[in-house]
């Protein structure tokens, strides 16, 4: 028998509130059990769940391990502005003339994730 991925555990100094932003940048929503205050929140969405644990000291240095977004039902461009709008923060742009590329953020508490081009657009560029 083999394992799964349960989670990805994300440490961070409010679970609720990053774990909402999350839950929005997603498209789904935080776990009835979830109350502000909560020292944990769970982000149950396809593929893989999100465990957000408050911890007491901040965030210090880049990440090591960071999420790759594929918009399922927007162009890149589109997904880096709602995120935007939802509080992330534009890191670093690696986008090209060509269309390739992507868009580093980071979530209102300083994690990195990266927004990917879609299935679609993958396909018109390769």
């Not at 923060?89 to 979530?107: E, I, K, P, S």
Request: charged share 30%; net charge negative.
């Amino acid at each position: 028998m083999t394992s799964l991925v349960r989670h990805v555990t994300i440490d961070c100094a409010d679970a609720y509130s990053l774990a909402g932003f999350w839950a929005a940048a997603l498209d789904t929503k935080l776990s009835d059990d979830d109350r502000p205050g909560d020292p944990e929140a769970l982000v149950e969405s396809v593929g893989v769940s999100l465990l957000f644990i408050r911890v007491p000291e901040a965030k210090s240095v880049k990440n090591r391990v960071h999420l790759d977004l594929q918009p399922q039902d927007r162009t890149r461009d589109e997904e880096v502005e709602r995120l935007v709008a939802l509080g992330a923060t534009l890191l670093h742009d690696r986008r090209n003339q060509d269309g390739t590329g992507w868009v580093t953020l980071a979530d209102p508490e300083g994690n990195e994730f990266c927004v990917e081009r879609s299935r679609a657009e993958r396909a018109v560029t390769g």
